[in-house]
């Protein structure tokens, strides 16, 4: 079972920068594909990002396509979500999820992961 925690939200003005970051305990964090989806109040959960297990293959989200950008660190057991030019619309909680799975377009799905953190809050202000 891997367990994941979440940091680095936080509220930052339309135009600013945050970096996620999701540290992962338990099982080999290495072979795990890792997500980022995000939640709006009122909304279903969206997929954001993915990255498979060496960090060779990724997904975005055309609305955070040059923007957003996914990165893995296996020796700290760690996903990052740098996200620039940010826009209220990014307004959300942001989850990181991993899976056991192959590494597909199916990792755009809420039902390709196995494990998820509690999430973290960023705010954008207009």
């Known amino acids: 079972q891997v367990q994941l925690v979440e940091s680095g939200g936080g509220v930052v003005q339309a135009g600013g920068s945050l970096r996620l970051s999701c540290a992962a305990f338990g099982r080999t964090f290495s072979n795990y594909g890792k997500g980022w989806f995000r939640q709006a109040p009122g909304t279903e959960r969206e997929f954001v990002a993915a990255?498979?297990?060496?960090?060779?293959?990724?997904y975005y989200v055309d609305s955070v396509k040059g923007r957003f950008t996914i990165s893995r660190d296996n020796a700290k057991n760690t996903v990052y979500l740098q996200m620039n030019s940010l826009k209220p619309e990014d307004t959300a909680i942001y989850y990181c999820a991993a899976s056991a799975g192959i590494f597909t377009r199916a990792m755009m799905n809420v039902g390709a992961y196995n494990a998820w953190g509690q999430g973290t809050q960023v705010t954008v202000s207009s």
């Open positions: 990255i498979n297990y060496n960090g060779a293959s990724t």
